[in-house]
């Protein structure tokens, strides 16, 4: 199953059953996903969608740290599920979210 596939099914799963004990509030996506995030707009418009393109931050490995982690603060997100950030994000970016991450890199 794609990525793509996984969210969508998390994002159904969220916002269909009253059992779920989850509340997706942001999806960051990257430029190479920009279909995906408006694929979610359309399907869930409650739910904040941000793309941040990591090569802009390709020299500044700390901005895009601060910035992904800016976002996870504004949105109130106290579980965060990584995938294509994981490896881009710094070491005291993970450390500081340990404990929060479902998904962090090895």
């Given at each position: 199953?794609?990525?793509?596939?996984?969210?969508?099914?998390?994002?159904?799963?969220?916002?269909?059953?009253?059992?779920?004990?989850?509340?997706?509030?942001?999806?960051?996506?990257?430029?190479?996903?920009?279909?995906?995030?408006?694929?979610?707009?359309e399907?869930?418009?409650?739910?904040?969608t941000?793309?941040?393109?990591?090569?802009?931050y390709?020299?500044?490995?700390?901005?895009?740290?601060?910035?992904?982690?800016?976002?996870?603060?504004?949105?109130?997100?106290?579980?965060?599920?990584?995938?294509?950030?994981?490896?881009?994000?710094?070491?005291?970016?993970?450390?500081?979210?340990?404990?929060?991450?479902?998904?962090?890199?090895?």
């Amino acid at each position: 199953m794609s990525n793509y596939a996984s969210l969508l099914s998390l994002l159904a799963y969220s916002t269909s059953t009253f059992e779920c004990a989850f509340e997706i509030v942001l999806v960051l996506s990257t430029l190479a996903s920009l279909s995906n995030i408006a694929r979610v707009n359309e399907l869930y418009p409650s739910i904040v969608t941000k793309m941040i393109q990591p090569r802009k931050y390709a020299a500044r490995y700390y901005d895009l740290t601060g910035k992904v982690g800016a976002e996870f603060q504004l949105r109130g997100c106290e579980l965060v599920i990584l995938d294509r950030y994981a490896y881009r994000l710094s070491p005291s970016f993970i450390m500081a979210w340990h404990g929060c991450l479902l998904r962090e890199p090895p």
